[in-house]
C-alpha cells in the first residue's frame, strides 16, 4: 500500500484484506501510530487485538520487526483526515491497554494454577471438563510414545500433555480465542517450560491455512493426541459429522492425523488406536 511505503511494510493477509474491502464501497487508508511501550507485548497479541477488533493492517519494518503504526481503511474520503486518525489511534490505544491489562495478569499465575481451573471448564456436555480432557491426553500420549518410538522422552510428551490446554483457562485467549497455542507457548517459555513450548503451539498444526506440520516429536505426539481424543470422544458421544455439517471440525482433526502421519512418515495402526481412545 503507497500510503505506508515512507514507514514501514504492510503485513498483508489475503483474509483481512477481503474482509476489508467487502466492509467499505470506497476505501480510504490512514495510517496510525500507537505507543511504542505496546511493542513490548507478543507481536502475536498486537496483530491479533488490532486484527480482530479493528480489521486495521500491522506494519514491519525492512527487518521484519513489528513497528508502533497501523493501517485503517475507511469509508470515503473524510474532511479532515487528521481528527479520523486520532480516532483510530485513541481506540488502538485502548484495545492494545485491554491486551495489556490481560497479558499481565496471566503471568501473575503460574500455568499449574491454570490447569487446575481447566477443572471448571466444560468441554463437551457428554465428555466431561477440560481436566477430563488433558487427563486423557496424558494416558493418550503414553500409549502413542510407545507405538510410534519409544525413544521419546516420555517424561516431556506427558508434560506437554499436562499443559496442553492450560492457555484456554487464561484471561488473554477468553479474549482472543484464535490464540490459543500460540499464548500457551509464550506462558511456557516465560514460567521456564522452555522444552515443550514449542509443542504447546505445534499441537494445533496443520492449520486449515497454513499446512506446516510439527517439527518435534512433542509437538508431533500431542497434536496427534489432541486429534485423536477429539474424534473419538466426539464420536463416542454421538457427535457425528453430516453431508451438510461438521460443527465440531471432526473431519480437519481426521485430515490432520493423516496430513501428520503422511508427512511425517510414521506408521500407526489408527484402529487400534481409536479403541484405545474409546476405552
Known amino acids: ?128 471438563t477440560l481436566w477430563d480432557k488433558t487427563q486423557r491426553l496424558i494416558e493418550l500420549g503414553r500409549y502413542l510414545t510407545q507405538k510410534i518410538n519409544p525413544q521419546i522422552d516420555l517424561e516431556k510428551i506427558q508434560k506437554a500433555c499436562f499443559y496442553a490446554k492450560a492457555d484456554l483457562a487464561s484471561e488473554v485467549v477468553k479474549e482472543f480465542t484464535s490464540l490459543q497455542g500460540i499464548m500457551g507457548s509464550i506462558y511456557a517459555e516465560y514460567f521456564g517450560r522452555k522444552d515443550i513450548a514449542l509443542a504447546l503451539y505445534e ?37 457425528k459429522p453430516t453431508g451438510e455439517a461438521d460443527p465440531y471440525g471432526l473431519r480437519r482433526s481426521a485430515y490432520g492425523i493423516i496430513k501428520i502421519l503422511i508427512g511425517k512418515n510414521i506408521f500407526l495402526n489408527l484402529e487400534e488406536t481409536f479403541d484405545y481412545g474409546l476405552r
Open 1 to 128: 500500500l503507497k500510503v505506508s511505503e515512507k514507514i514501514g511494510i504492510p503485513e498483508l493477509e489475503k483474509d483481512l484484506l477481503e474482509e476489508n474491502a467487502h466492509l467499505v464501497e470506497y476505501p480510504f487508508p490512514i495510517v496510525g501510530e500507537f505507543p511504542k511501550e505496546f511493542l513490548n507485548l507478543p507481536e502475536s497479541l498486537i496483530i491479533t487485538a488490532l486484527k480482530e477488533h479493528q480489521r486495521y493492517i500491522c506494519l514491519r519494518n525492512k527487518e521484519g520487526k513489528l513497528i508502533n503504526y497501523f493501517i485503517a481503511v475507511n469509508n470515503n474520503l473524510p474532511k479532515n483526515p487528521e481528527i479520523l486518525k486520532r480516532g483510530h489511534e485513541r481506540v488502538t490505544k485502548a484495545r492494545l491497554e485491554d491486551a495489556k491489562f490481560y497479558f499481565e495478569k496471566d503471568l501473575k499465575e503460574p500455568l499449574e494454577k491454570r490447569v487446575e481451573k481447566l477443572k471448571g471448564i466444560v468441554y463437551h456436555i457428554r465428555c466431561g
Open 203 to 239: 499441537q494445533y498444526l496443520p492449520y486449515p491455512q497454513n499446512e506446516s506440520l510439527p517439527k518435534t516429536w512433542e509437538g508431533t505426539i500431542l497434536s496427534l493426541v489432541d486429534k485423536i481424543d477429539h474424534i473419538a470422544s466426539l464420536f463416542g458421544s454421538g457427535e
